[in-house]
């Protein structure tokens, strides 16, 4: 029986294959470069301009007049070919194409690393960079090797505090940088079963810190609700037991509130280990935890107080935000004495809107702490957003099991 | 495709933020990313890296999609990168940019000798031994051989 990813690239693992793709997107970080391979390339129209997307999150509203000018040409471009276009503000690439774009059993890809966000929906999805995004627009192909199939199976479900964050950073940590090197991840058992589209996301979105090429789910009643929410109507994935080359086991009762000190994302430990450590800034939002559920569990932990650190939070598209004015949740956070930024990476990438000085120490919700990221000679921590709410309010790292309440 | 080089040696689990930090990607000027590759790990490495084959160890280029980080590497003079494994986007782009990537195995590595290897035989010589790798897929080779993935597609049409 086929794994999830041999049965949509239509291949056995290890075969080559080159395949239609359903949705190709960018952004305004690697769509330049895509640009300008396009024009060596000497193309015009792409071959499916309906199949494509050009989203700008990374580095929005522009910081400088060198991106501005960028961000211009790029913003030219994608409009002249008809592919759809989402300015900055709009929010991140990963949220919007979550948002009723991809549907199960798709091929999506993204020129961005954590495209591995869709398989969520049960979809394959995976990155590359920026000319291969360019052969794609020529396209409208391109070519895989079919991965083999690494299955996580998650048991129990999450108590406490903890989060679907908490159990991507177990899993990371349990695979190791490079535990998935070419691999694709398969998200099985009852405890997947449980979890919430968001919190799927959440999971898959972490694959490719363990190296893997895709980090998958199979659709089930959750995700036809979901779906059904956009308007579509789709069909659950039969899981057919097929043969894994590995499996291993996330107790998910097992997993407490994790933190994952700099500057390796493989080495989770529970918050107590660090709690206390001063902070200068705390940062909630990015394509792991951007979302509403995210925000809404942030909100509901500082409302009504006041956190102590600069803690900045970025909801992840234009409906989250919607969603967090509407619910009230978005008055908690500001009255809390948070700054909220427009819909994006905010300072993910240690670009603009809340870069860290040297020697700065933050805790932020983001996926990856590597050395510099968010600012040279800062050190950083990834934690869920219940863990940063407990932090900022404490000012320090903390433990959410001491301010959460259900 | 043959060639040769002077060894530069690094370590395991080397992220495209450290091959070209997030800053310096604001531009479109080669030259600016051929001086600042992998400053955050050792800023007198670009100066060293013309004529270089670097070997590394596993999962060399983890992290972000940016082609910057193999173009950063080609334009500093590398001539091409041992390593054990690679991270999979890394090692897409390398190709598509014209960087041969070589996965091989126990490659040692002192620093400063002469390492050769053969794309086309799939050996490396290091260290006076011969060491061969499991050659890139046919399609691979063949956007290799012309340069990379633009080159490959200007010569289809
Ligand atoms: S939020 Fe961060 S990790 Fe996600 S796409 Fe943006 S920069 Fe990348």
Redesign the interface.
């Known amino acids: 029986m086929p794994t999830l990813a041999e049965e949509i690239l239509g291949g056995p693992a290890g075969s ?1 294959v080159d395949r239609a793709v359903d949705h190709g997107f960018a952004h305004d ?2 769509g ?2 895509a640009l ?2 396009w024009q ?3 193309m015009d129209a792409p071959a499916a301009p309906d199949r494509l997307a050009m989203i700008f999150d990374h ?1 929005t509203p522009a ?2 007049g ?2 501005a000018t ?1 961000q211009a040409e790029l913003r030219v471009f994608a409009k002249k070919t008809g592919m759809y276009f989402s300015d900055g503000g709009g929010g991140i690439c990963h949220q919007i194409m979550s948002e009723g774009r991809v549907l199960p059993g798709e091929v999506v890809v993204g ?3 954590h ?1 591995c966000t869709m398989g969520a929906f049960g979809a394959f999805a995976t ?6 995004m ?2 794609i627009w ?1 396209s409208g192909l391109t ?1 895989f ?1 079919v991965p083999e199939t690494l299955a996580i199976r998650l048991e129990g479900h999450l108590s406490g505090a903890a989060e679907a964050k908490d159990a991507a950073l177990a899993y990371v940590r349990d695979l190791g ?2 535990g998935g ?2 691999r694709a991840l398969e998200f099985i058992g009852d405890g997947a079963g449980s979890l919430s589209m968001e919190d799927r996301l959440t999971l898959s979105n972490m694959a ?1 810190e363990a ?1 893997a ?1 895709a980090g998958m789910f199979y659709a089930d009643e959750t995700t036809r609700s979901f779906l059904a929410g956009y308007g579509h109507d789709v069909a659950v994935q039969q899981q057919t037991d097929p043969r894994y080359e590995t499996e291993v086991t996330l107790d998910l009762s097992d997993v407490v509130p994790l933190v994952t000190p700099p500057h ?1 994302v493989d080495r989770a430990v529970p918050v107590e280990k660090y709690a206390g450590i001063v902070l200068d800034q705390v940062f909630v939002g990015t394509c792991t935890n951007g979302r509403f559920g995210d925000l809404e569990r942030f909100g509901r932990m500082v409302r009504g107080k006041q956190v102590k650190v600069r803690t900045i939070v970025v909801p992840a598209s234009r409906a989250v935000l919607a969603q967090c004015i509407a619910s009230g949740v978005l008055s908690w956070i500001v009255d809390a004495g948070c700054t909220v930024g427009p819909p994006g990476c905010g300072p993910c ?3 603009h809107m809340g870069v860290l000085g040297e020697g700065e120490v933050a805790l932020s919700t983001a996926n ?1 702490n ?4 968010m600012g ?1 000679g800062a050190e950083y921590y990834l934690a869920s957003p219940q863990t940063a709410a407990a932090s900022a309010l404490a000012g320090a790292i903390a433990s959410p099991e001491d301010v959460y309440e259900r | 495709m043959n060639g040769r080089g002077h060894a530069v040696c690094l370590g395991a ?1 080397i ?1 495209t ?2 091959i070209i ?3 310096y ?4 000027d080669r030259s600016v990313w051929a001086a600042r590759v992998l400053e ?1 790990l050792d800023p007198s490495l670009a100066a060293r890296l013309q004529g270089a084959v670097i070997v590394a160890g ?2 060399f280029g ?7 980080a193999p173009v950063a590497l080609r334009e500093a003079g590398v001539i091409a990168v041992i390593a054990p ?5 890394f090692f ?2 390398a190709i ?2 014209g960087l041969p990537v070589i996965e091989a195995e126990g490659v040692p590595c002192a620093g400063g000798e002469e390492i050769a290897f053969s794309l086309d035989e799939h050996w490396v010589e290091a260290g006076g031994m011969r060491i061969p790798f499991r050659p890139l ?1 046919p ?1 691979m080779q063949e956007i290799l051989a012309a340069g ?3 080159s490959f ?2 010569a289809r ?1």
């Open positions: 080559y970080g690697t330049v470069l300008e391979a060596q390339m000497g580095i910081n400088t060198t991106t960028l020129a961005d690393s495209s990155g590359v960079g920026a000319t291969d360019a052969a020529a070519w090797r940088m490079d090197t070419y490719v190296g090429k390796r990438l240690g670009a990856r590597f050395r510099n990221r040279v | 689990d992220d933020d450290v930090a997030g800053r990607l604001r531009t479109k955050d596993s999962n983890c992290g972000s999609s940016r082609e910057q494994s690679f991270a999979r986007i897409r782009n598509n940019v897929s399609k990379g993935l633009v597609w200007r049409e």
